[in-house]
């Protein structure tokens, strides 16, 4: 199949035209000729530019580091909730699992990544999707406790799915009128991906339980578990209620009847009773830089490899 | 016994003609039982080698490199979904496989028994690991087994997506920093041997060649696809400027091939018969994953029958 030539192939493409092989035989791609035109080339993400054509100006009156600190929320939401999908790699239950989970971290990365950008656009730094995710330590980060939460069981990852998607839904929803069409944009395209995580969750949260003896058990401890969590996604911060008064963002607080209204209706169907607990005292903060243990772990585990070559590019 | 006869015939007649074999057709034994063994041996393989990736995930060094890590890691994942979905029209089942797997009582390739140390691994693997992997599957896109050649038709376009996100991995870090280009030079003389032993023993001393080639389950001999494998990759190697851990690597005009010094052969048997750096680890996560998710799985078909008994009831 190779060349009978005197000298060596100057590179696999070369070669490949040359001896014109088997057809089938083609999906052998030349790589040391084309790696430049393809330098920021993503596959497999879905991920395309959803901000093309889309006016970056800050909207009229908005102050920059008040959108900034409120595109961190939820950009750093996205980003920590998709690194605890991340450990599931090689952990899941069933190979349709690996491929779901992986998927709805991918989507969270995407909006993360977009939320981040913005981030570093709106408060005049320039900062990058990379700086603010590598390079800011864990009082910077502006996440609700409820994503750092580490991994857990596969009834807990279902039952936090399930609540942060909920909610998630609901907000990004609302969303898609923001006054900025930079997050007007980016929710409309999360909208379409939450809706499928919510989705994938409440199925779950059906089969657990009304499942089997333990599955119920299990999911019902895992609701339990995630619960206290779940007031501080309905706390509005400061920031939050100023990007909403302005027209920008979306206050918390109003999300709270649609959540209940969903998450009463999967319940039911799943036979589980709704957890009553309450808010567990030291839970929340993460909005103010407040977070647990387990965040500082996660970042030193996330950053390790960028801050060990600082001035590296990947 | 004419009946039989025939039916031998035709599937004779039919491997000749370069036409496919179908589930429902008739086939020997002997070809069911080998085109089982290779197809559940490459769905482990996408499996375990999940894992020597899968691991730098959380920590890759850029938003984008971990999407497309992500993404890559999970396209493996669709592999082994396929792939069990075509051994399973022979008659093979995941569950029972994956637990011949976990068992050690099947394969899978030697080359994800070695450590993936530092992110320069994670270009590497793309490069050559999955560069040797296409070289391997694009001739099985042509298998006369029907099912197994349409599944590495869509494998082997995603593979090749996965090499080039490698090898263009390796080109940004060879144009940043002096400790890049090391992490970069070091994976590829970590990774260089290992990638020739994914072609399998010399054609001299593989038993299965003979008869797989006469069946058109395999296309080329391991020598033959090995050759190929370094014709292709010197080149790359230098565009990229790093050097390949072979003294004895050099064109040689008459052959209009590359000669390549000797494998150790050695370390190949060690690794495929378990003794491996990482062989106990790999299995050893596998079958966590397996164990954890029992429950989970008993759930989802208790759930099921629930279902299917209430809407008998209901009808």
């Given at each position: 199949?190779?060349?009978?030539?005197?000298?060596?192939?100057?590179?696999?493409?070369?070669?490949?035209?040359?001896?014109?092989?088997?057809?089938?035989?083609?999906?052998?791609?030349?790589?040391?000729?084309?790696?430049?035109?393809?330098?920021?080339?993503?596959?497999?993400?879905?991920?395309?530019?959803?901000?093309?054509?889309?006016?970056?100006?800050?909207?009229?009156?908005?102050?920059?580091?008040?959108?900034?600190?409120?595109?961190?929320?939820?950009?750093?939401?996205?980003?920590?909730?998709?690194?605890?999908?991340?450990?599931?790699?090689?952990?899941?239950?069933?190979?349709?699992?690996?491929?779901?989970?992986?998927?709805?971290?991918?989507?969270?990365?995407?909006?993360?990544?977009?939320?981040?950008?913005?981030?570093g656009q709106a408060d005049g730094t320039g900062r990058s999707e990379d700086d603010l995710a590598f390079f800011r330590d864990a009082g910077e980060f502006r996440n609700v406790r409820l994503v750092e939460a580490p991994r857990g069981d596969f009834a807990f990852a279902i039952a936090r799915l399930l609540v942060f998607s909920t909610w998630?839904?609901?907000?990004?929803?609302?969303?898609?009128?923001?006054?900025?069409?930079?997050?007007?944009?980016?929710?409309?395209?999360?909208?379409?991906?939450?809706?499928?995580?919510?989705?994938?969750?409440?199925?779950?949260?059906?089969?657990?339980?009304?499942?089997?003896?333990?599955?119920?058990?299990?999911?019902?401890?895992?609701?339990?578990?995630?619960?206290?969590?779940?007031?501080?996604?309905?706390?509005?911060?400061?920031?939050?209620?100023?990007?909403?008064?302005?027209?920008?963002?979306?206050?918390?607080?109003?999300?709270?009847?649609?959540?209940?209204?969903?998450?009463?209706?999967?319940?039911?169907?799943?036979?589980?009773?709704?957890?009553?607990?309450?808010?567990?005292?030291?839970?929340?903060?993460?909005?103010?830089?407040?977070?647990?243990?387990?965040?500082?772990?996660?970042?030193?585990?996330?950053?390790?490899?960028?801050?060990?070559?600082?001035?590296?590019?990947? | 016994?004419?009946?039989?006869?025939?039916?031998?015939?035709?599937?004779?007649?039919?491997?000749?003609?370069?036409?496919?074999?179908?589930?429902?057709?008739?086939?020997?034994?002997?070809?069911?039982?080998?085109?089982?063994?290779?197809?559940?041996?490459?769905?482990?393989?996408?499996?375990?080698?999940?894992?020597?990736?899968?691991?730098?995930?959380?920590?890759?060094?850029?938003?984008?490199?971990?999407?497309?890590?992500?993404?890559?890691?999970?396209?493996?994942?669709?592999?082994?979904?396929?792939?069990?979905?075509?051994?399973?029209?022979?008659?093979?089942?995941?569950?029972?496989?994956?637990?011949?797997?976990?068992?050690g009582a099947q394969k899978y390739s030697s080359i994800f028994n070695y450590p993936t140390l530092t992110f320069a691994d994670v270009g590497v693997i793309g490069w050559l690991v999955d560069g040797a992997a296409i070289c391997n599957q694009v001739p099985l896109c042509r298998s006369s087994y029907g099912p197994y050649a349409r599944a590495?038709?869509?494998?082997?376009?995603?593979?090749?997506?996965?090499?080039?996100?490698?090898?263009?991995?390796?080109?940004?870090?060879?144009?940043?920093?002096?400790?890049?280009?090391?992490?970069?030079?070091?994976?590829?003389?970590?990774?260089?041997?290992?990638?020739?032993?994914?072609?399998?023993?010399?054609?001299?001393?593989?038993?299965?060649?003979?008869?797989?080639?006469?069946?058109?389950?395999?296309?080329?001999?391991?020598?033959?696809?090995?050759?190929?494998?370094?014709?292709?990759?010197?080149?790359?190697?230098?565009?990229?400027?790093?050097?390949?851990?072979?003294?004895?690597?050099?064109?040689?005009?008459?052959?209009?091939?590359?000669?390549?010094?000797?494998?150790?052969?050695?370390?190949?048997?060690?690794?495929?018969?378990?003794?491996?750096?990482?062989?106990?680890?790999?299995?050893?996560?596998?079958r966590a994953a397996h164990e954890e998710g029992a429950w989970v799985r008993e759930a989802a078909a208790a759930h099921a029958a629930k279902r299917a008994r209430r809407a008998k009831e209901a009808a």
């Open positions: 199949m190779a060349p009978q030539n005197d000298t060596p192939p100057r590179s696999d493409m070369q070669s490949q035209t040359d001896t014109q092989p088997d057809a089938s035989d083609n999906a052998l791609v030349a790589l040391s000729e084309e790696h430049d035109e393809h330098v920021r080339w993503a596959f497999g993400t879905g991920f395309h530019d959803p901000m093309a054509g889309v006016d970056t100006a800050l909207p009229d009156g908005v102050d920059g580091n008040a959108l900034a600190a409120y595109c961190l929320m939820l950009g750093d939401d996205a980003l920590i909730m998709s690194h605890r999908l991340q450990e599931w790699c090689a952990h899941a239950p069933e190979l349709e699992e690996e491929v779901a989970l992986a998927n709805i971290a991918l989507d969270l990365l995407g909006q993360a990544r977009l939320f981040l950008t913005r981030a998630r839904l609901a907000l990004l929803d609302r969303l898609t009128a923001s006054r900025d069409p930079v997050l007007a944009a980016i929710a409309a395209k999360g909208v379409k991906e939450v809706a499928y995580h919510r989705d994938h969750a409440a199925l779950w949260t059906v089969r657990l339980g009304d499942g089997t003896d333990e599955s119920h058990r299990r999911m019902r401890r895992a609701l339990d578990d995630v619960w206290p969590y779940t007031e501080e996604l309905f706390t509005a911060h400061d920031i939050e209620r100023r990007m909403a008064e302005e027209g920008v963002g979306v206050d918390p607080s109003t999300l709270r009847a649609e959540f209940d209204a969903v998450i009463g209706e999967v319940l039911a169907e799943a036979t589980l009773p709704r957890p009553d607990a309450d808010a567990r005292p030291g839970v929340g903060g993460g909005r103010d830089g407040v977070h647990s243990e387990e965040l500082d772990a996660l970042l030193a585990e996330m950053q390790s490899v960028a801050r060990a070559h600082p001035g590296a590019t990947w | 016994m004419a009946e039989q006869n025939a039916l031998a015939e035709h599937f004779e007649r039919t491997i000749e003609r370069d036409q496919r074999i179908e589930p429902r057709d008739w086939m020997p034994d002997a070809y069911r039982k080998t085109v089982l063994r290779q197809v559940a041996q490459h769905a482990h393989s996408e499996i375990i080698g999940m894992q020597p990736e899968g691991a730098w995930i959380t920590r890759a060094p850029s938003l984008r490199r971990k999407a497309i890590l992500l993404a890559k890691v999970q396209d493996e994942a669709g592999h082994g979904l396929y792939l069990y979905a075509a051994a399973e029209t022979l008659g093979g089942d995941r569950m029972e496989l994956t637990e011949r797997l976990i068992a590495m038709i869509r494998i082997c376009k995603e593979e090749s997506f996965h090499q080039r996100q490698g090898y263009e991995l390796l080109m940004t870090m060879m144009r940043g920093t002096d400790a890049q280009r090391e992490m970069v030079q070091d994976a590829v003389n970590r990774w260089w041997w290992p990638s020739l032993m994914m072609f399998g023993p010399p054609d001299a001393e593989s038993t299965h060649t003979a008869q797989s080639m006469a069946w058109k389950i395999k296309r080329h001999t391991n020598d033959e696809l090995r050759q190929r494998f370094v014709d292709m990759t010197v080149p790359q190697a230098e565009a990229l400027g790093v050097t390949l851990p072979d003294p004895d690597l050099r064109w040689n005009p008459e052959r209009g091939h590359y000669d390549f010094g000797e494998v150790d052969w050695d370390e190949f048997r060690r690794v495929i018969s378990g003794d491996g750096p990482c062989n106990a680890e790999r299995i050893a996560v596998r």
